[in-house]
């Protein structure tokens, strides 16, 4: 059973950072793009970055490029996105998906507040 598990989210600042993981299980992480998505309240799903299978390519929404960074340990079976300058309207819940759009499966998601 597929599953991924999301931490790392809260409340921050505008202009402030966090860190989010994903831990994943049972299947083969390091044969799966992956991929962080997210949902802010009463908007529709939204692809924010995307991480081959050995971390050698990354994709990013045109919103996020140059703050936002994706990263994997296949060793560990984790995905990571690191968030910086984080604006108000980027207030959603964050999950880690499969695949380059992120359309398999996901887990519960991180709630990530932006608000002074």
């Known amino acids: 059973e597929v599953q991924l598990v999301e931490s790392g989210g809260g409340l921050v600042q505008p202009g402030g950072s966090l860190r989010l993981s994903c831990a994943a299980s049972g299947f083969a992480f390091r044969s799966n793009h992956m991929s962080w998505v997210r949902q802010a309240p009463g908007k529709e799903l939204e692809w924010v970055s995307a991480?081959?299978?050995?971390?050698?390519?990354?994709d990013y929404a045109d919103s996020v490029k140059g703050r936002f960074t994706i990263s994997r340990d296949n060793d560990k079976n984790t995905l990571e996105l690191q968030l910086n300058s984080l604006k108000t309207d980027e207030t959603a819940m964050y999950y880690c998906?499969?695949?380059?759009?992120?359309?398999?499966?996901r887990g519960q998601g991180t709630q990530v507040t932006v608000s002074s």
């Open positions: 998906a499969q695949g380059w759009r992120g359309t398999g499966s």
């Open positions: 991480i081959t299978t050995a971390g050698s390519r990354t």
